[in-house]
């Protein structure tokens, strides 16, 4: 039981430690031998977690009277300090590489630069409008639990990738996830299944999976063409990409 408890732990603070900037020490005190692949199973639910704090803080900034897109302002800027904006620094390297670079190896280069381009700055500007414009438009429709949603399956999204993509780099932290362990990854997808039909009506829960989907598949062919696989800031790319899927089917079924 102690064991179990322990390996639970371990892959909490795995998930958490990749997926936020939370303090984990008080958690690290429990875990026992932390794998991140392991811990894949818990990628829906941090997920959920990232997306209805969003919302709470969102919904909180509403009820002091904010108006709607300032309230959705302030959700996701407290989103970005959350998760570190992980995601988006990624989706900014990746837009750098692609449009900066005439070959595999200059793209991947530029994609390693810290600094960030033109080509990369549009695209966080464009993405982060785009978020809290949706986040404001679904204000009055349970947010809370709509915005779990996106969330969840944007980080279901990066297993998608991981699954079906070879490495661009094998050096990378992305590349040491794989393989990914069978049971863990049919796990998520369970997780994600039942979870998802706790939030909104299962043909709408089907719309958001197919969005998702073809979010992954597209990525997925366009790294395979421009990089020769996937790295970890194409992973990024992918779960914004696939969350302003998700807002934007919502925004479109709620209205």
């Not at 966080?124 to 679904?138: D, F, P, S």
């Amino acid at each position: 039981m102690l064991l179990n408890f322990r390996r639970l732990a371990a892959d909490l603070l795995a998930a958490l430690g990749l997926f936020t900037r939370l303090p984990l020490g008080w958690l690290a005190r429990w875990a026992s031998d932390v794998s991140l692949r392991r811990s894949i199973w818990l990628w829906p639910w941090v997920g959920v977690a990232i997306g209805g704090t969003t919302a709470l803080l969102t919904e909180l900034g509403f009820s002091l009277h904010f108006p709607p897109f300032i309230a959705a302002l302030c959700g996701v800027m407290a989103q970005l300090l959350l998760t570190g904006a992980l995601h988006e620094d990624g989706l900014a390297d990746m837009a750098d590489g692609l449009g900066g670079g005439s070959t595999i190896e200059k793209r991947l280069e530029i994609m390693r630069d810290s600094r960030i381009g033109t080509y990369g700055a549009l695209a966080l500007i464009a993405c982060i409008a785009l978020r809290v414009a949706c986040i404001a438009a679904l204000i009055p429709y349970r947010l809370a639990l709509l915005l779990a949603l996106p969330g969840m399956l944007s980080r279901v999204s990066l297993l998608g990738l991981l699954a079906s993509t070879p490495a661009a780099r094998k050096d990378g932290l992305a590349a040491a996830l794989l393989p990914l362990p069978k049971f863990p990854l049919w796990l998520a997808g369970v997780i994600t299944l039942l979870t998802g039909a706790l939030f909104i009506p299962l043909h709408l829960l089907a719309a958001s999976i197919a969005a998702v989907m073809l979010v992954v598949f597209a990525m997925r062919r366009l790294v395979l063409s421009k990089l020769g696989g996937f790295t970890g800031d194409t992973l990024g790319a992918t779960a914004i990409l696939s969350e302003l899927a998700v807002l934007l089917l919502l925004v479109a079924s709620y209205r």
